[in-house]
Structure formats: C-alpha cells, structure tokens
C-alpha cells in the first residue's frame, strides 16, 4: 500500500516536471529570473570596470575638454549598467517561458499571462509612479547635463547634502562627501544642485601692509604651513597681485584653492597664522587691517562685471 502511494507521488513528480504546466512553468520563470539577477551582476562588473578605466584616464587628463567629454562617457556607462542588468533579467525570464511553457495551449497561455498580469499589478502598483517619476527626472538631467560622474555638487532643496557624484543611474544618484559617508538620493527629489568647477573652491585673501616687503615675507611664511593634499589645500596659495595704493600703503593678495567644506583652510587657519606670525615678529604693526577673505572665480568675475555694467548703462 506505502509502496503503490510512494509510486503514484513519484509518477505526479515525473509528469509534473516532465509535461509543460502551468505550475513548472511558473516556479521556472521564477527561477530563471533569480539566476538572471546574479548572471546581470556578473555582466554589470564588466560595465563598471570599463567606467573606472574611463576615470582614471579623466583623472589623469589635463585638457579640460577632453575631461568634459570622458567624464559624459563614464556617466553614460553608469547608465548602461542598470540597463545591462534589466535586459539580462527580461531576457532570462523570457527564454525560460519559451523552454518551458506549452506555447499551443492557448487556455495555459491565457491563463499564465493572467497570472503574471496580476502578479505584475500587485507589486508595482505602489511602486511604478514613484519609479517613472524618478526616471523622467533623471533623463532630464543626464539629456541637460546638470552635473557627470566625478563632479562635486550640493543638492537642493538639502543644504547639507553634497559630495562627489560616483554614480548616475536614471532612478537615483549616488554621491561621496568629504567624511566617506554614501549618500542615496531619488532622481525625483534633486530640486536643484549647485556644481563646483573643478570640484575647487579658489579663495583669495586681500591682505594690506605698510610695508611691502615685510608683509609678502610674513605671508609667504604663513604660505608654508598650509597643508596642501586632496581633500586640504589643493596646492601651496600663491600671491597673485602686488598694489601700492599710498606711501604706507600695500595691498597684497594671495590665492588659494580647495574643496568644498574646506575653506576655513583658507578663510580662518591661513589669516589665524598671518596674525600669528605678525604678533610673534619684532617690530611694529605690518598689516594696517583685518585681512578681507572673497570668493575669486574667474568666470563668476566675468559674469558679474556683464552685470555690473549692464546696471551702469
């Protein structure tokens, strides 16, 4: 009697995976679409290796077009990725329907595809808007150019969120800030985002002396402290401009640049150590006034001067 039921199940077993069904069908697709999955991450490897060559060319360009246009290309590849990694999944899925469904029985068709249908329904139906709006926003910024892979930006309407762009993808973005922290953010939801050339912030430093050659000797002198590195300054300040506006009176200006949520590299420890090195020093008072830190960005200079005139006439 156990020998007869134990045959029977093993009979159901053989005709249940050897006949097409729609419950063989149905449990194949599945696992075709869990083997696609690991099968796309394999693929997407490739995809991402070919982008990091791509950086480290842009890294090591000098030619600021050449970096424009390498920098578009490794956006592009991190585009291609998540596409690479869809189409490997659909493309699963679809052969094993082909291998294993009974393609003239239209009733199992019918049925299968209702099944799927459904399926398909319940599990995007809260998902497919917020995906779709997450999509048409990041087409529009890929197809405008807003920012590429390597670029450091602030995003809106989140003050503090910024950092390098390590990945674009057409449903969301992924930055690094200067802590190391990973940032996530949905394509929907970047308002706005400001974009720093170069990934540089250049400060300059007015400082005025009553003598020229006593000033520039405490300057330089605080010029050699600075640390310089990727995420401090990015090389040595350097005095960009010697005026004399009187007698006693000089006006030397020193330039520096550095990464964004680095600038009081700039604006306080570099002026801390002109008051230093002055105070420590023999003699009288050099520097007549406070030392004036500004923003020195030569196409924000052109621009506002565009302005400024316009205003004028």
Known sequence: MQNAQLNTILQ????????PNIGRTLIGVLFAIILSYWLSRFVAKFVVRLAQFIAVRSDNEVREEK??????????????????????????AFLAWRLLADTTN???????????????????????GMVL???????????EHWFH?????????????????????????????LNGEVIHLHNQHIMAVKVTPHGLRR??????VNNEKVGENIITKAIETMPVGTIKVAKKP????????????????????????????????????????EERRKGGTVMVRPPIVRFSDPDAERSFRRAVRTSQK
């Open 12 to 19: 159901e077993v053989q005709d249940f995976v050897a006949q």
């Open 203 to 208: 400060i300059a430093v007015d400082v005025f």
């Open 106 to 128: 239209d009733q199992n068709n019918a049925i299968f595809a209702l099944g799927a249908g459904a399926f398909i329904a319940v599990i995007t139906g809260a998902t497919i």
């Open 133 to 143: 709006r997450d999509i048409t926003a990041g087409a529009i910024m890929i197809i």
């Open 238 to 277: 350097e005095i960009t401009r010697r005026e004399k506006w009187g007698d006693h009176l000089h006006l030397i200006t020193v330039v520096g640049e550095t990464p964004p949520g680095r600038e009081w590299l700039m604006e306080n420890y570099f002026v801390e150590s002109l008051k230093d090195i």
């Open 67 to 92: 970096i424009i246009q390498l920098r578009r290309i490794e956006t592009y590849l991190s585009i291609l990725t998540a596409f690479v990694r869809v189409a490997v999944i659909v493309l699963g």
């Open 149 to 177: 892979v390597g670029d450091f930006i602030r995003v809106e309407p989140y003050g503090d969120v910024g950092g390098v762009v390590e990945q674009v993808t057409l449903r969301s973005t992924k930055l690094r800030n």
